[in-house]
């Protein structure tokens, strides 16, 4: 059987355990030959890369494993490149929630004025290191988690536009997926999604039973009605995640057609996401004390002892695991139903061509082949418009260094929706980006 050459973008990151636990976990499924961790952040890469050493000493000797800051040596002969960077770190993170709650906007890591804050360092990170990948691997399959994922997948598509191995993916979906199939007792493999929307922002109209064909959203609604709404790995969440699928129920009281993404709710209730966030407190902070601490204790740990011992939990990862499995079905061709961000063209029939969607897509070796849904109701429709025409706002503010269409793309997000807030909250934001952003004039 073939054998893969993998690098994951961002091998510091809180998030690169699960991956390398998952990569033991999986290898009959993804088998692989060489997997290198990158990170410009040496410190942290330093702590995780040793971290698997051991892991891949004890449990996977036959792959060849190592870590680097140098690009050359991350990607060349890869045939897929996992990215996953946060640029400016969680510190950014926490000034990206933090700046719009204190003028009572909603402050969140990839919706409304953080969200476009985070946008526009992500724009300029991402099309640096796609084009060093493409120098040393042209075609390696590039698979992008980085956030914000629409406003990403909108400065990629118009920066490398002939290039067909770059996919960006979210977790979210398939994670609220995952929650339904807690709620019926089955297996999420056993449900078969339609979903529509962009990245962070969309709805799931169906959700057939992969066996009988029945639809079971009628039965989902139900139960959320009952028992509210959790997510599938509720156990190991912090209180501020329960709360995030919590108002999954409150939007099903409010707009009950359709099972929304966990995300909507920032869109749909702007003035009480910014009344209730703790402004002293946000994710990001949430993040630092918890995760981040614990994955690098984690670490710690075990490079002290030399040794996994009896440490080595090997707890499933959704996040990792999807990642892996987009891979499996792109590697193998195996054509399985992903929710992935792609350019429209036509899936939504009422939404422009040129719109980063969210859709459910058979992926196989030639890429997503997107599933059609057809025209979307008005409602929906008036969202998601306003949000396109925000996110591309904000990718032209990019490319033409303009104040202008940043402010443009500020004022139409619903989640700040006034020009003279738009304004206060850009210049914030332009002070604390200072050499993260590009110049805007
Ligand atoms: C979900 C989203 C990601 C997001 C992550 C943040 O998985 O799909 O886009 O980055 O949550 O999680 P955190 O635990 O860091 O708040
Ligand atoms: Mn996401």
């Known amino acids: 059987m073939r054998e893969f050459n993998v690098c994951i973008v961002g091998g510091g990151s ?57 690009s050359k040596e991350a990607y060349e002969g890869m045939d897929f490149v996992f990215m996953q960077m946060r640029a400016g770190g969680l510190p950014m993170r926490a000034q990206d929630e933090h700046i719009p709650l204190s003028m009572g906007m909603v402050g969140q890591e990839t919706c409304g004025a953080g969200g476009m804050a985070y946008g526009l360092r992500s724009i300029v990170e991402m099309i640096k290191a796609v084009h060093e990948i493409r120098e040393y691997a042209p075609d390696a399959w590039i698979l992008n988690y980085s956030n914000p994922a629409a406003i990403v997948a909108e400065a990629l598509r118009r920066e490398f536009p002939a290039d067909h191995r770059i996919l960006n993916i979210c977790d979210q979906p398939e994670n609220v997926v995952r929650s339904c199939s807690r709620l019926l007792g089955c297996s999420w493999e056993d449900l078969d999604p339609v979903y529509f929307g962009l990245n962070h922002y969309g709805w799931f109209t169906h959700i057939y039973d992969k066996h009988t064909g029945e639809d079971l959203l009628p039965k989902i609604k139900e139960l959320i009605k009952k028992q509210g709404f959790l997510p599938q790995d509720a156990e190991q969440r912090d209180p501020s995640w329960l709360d995030t699928y919590g108002m999954v129920e409150t939007m099903m009281k409010d707009f009950p057609e359709f099972l929304p993404n966990t995300y909507d709710q920032y869109y749909l209730y702007p003035d009480y ?20 601490k614990r994955v690098f204790a984690e670490c710690e740990e075990i490079i002290a002892a030399g040794t996994l011992g009896d440490k080595f939990d090997d707890i499933s990862d959704a996040h990792a695991e999807m990642m892996i499995e987009v891979a499996v079905a792109i590697a193998f061709n195996k054509n399985n139903r992903h929710i992935l961000i792609v350019e429209n063209n036509g899936a939504i029939a009422n939404i422009q061509d040129d719109a980063m969607v969210e859709v459910v897509c058979e992926l196989g070796a030639n890429g997503p082949r997107p599933m059609g849904v057809g025209n979307i109701p008005q409602f929906y429709l008036g969202l998601l418009v306003n949000q396109v025409s925000s996110e591309k706002l904000l990718v032209d503010a990019y490319y033409e260094n303009s104040y202008q269409k940043a402010l443009e793309a500020f004022t139409l997000n619903r989640l700040v929706n006034d020009g003279k807030k738009a304004r206060k909250v850009l210049d914030a934001l332009i002070e604390v980006n200072q050499g993260m952003w590009p110049e805007l004039r």
Do not use: C, H, W
């Open 273 to 292: 996401k910014a009344e209730t966030l703790d402004p002293n407190f946000t994710r990001a902070d949430e993040v630092m004390a918890g995760r981040e």
């Open 14 to 70: 809180t998030f690169t355990l699960g991956f390398l636990k998952s990569f033991v976990r999986m290898k009959k499924d993804f088998p692989l030959k060489k997997l290198v961790l990158f990170d410009i952040d040496q410190e942290r890469q330093d702590v995780v890369g040793k971290f698997g050493d051991i892991l891949y000493r004890e449990q996977f000797p036959e792959l060849d494993f190592s870590y680097t800051t140098d």
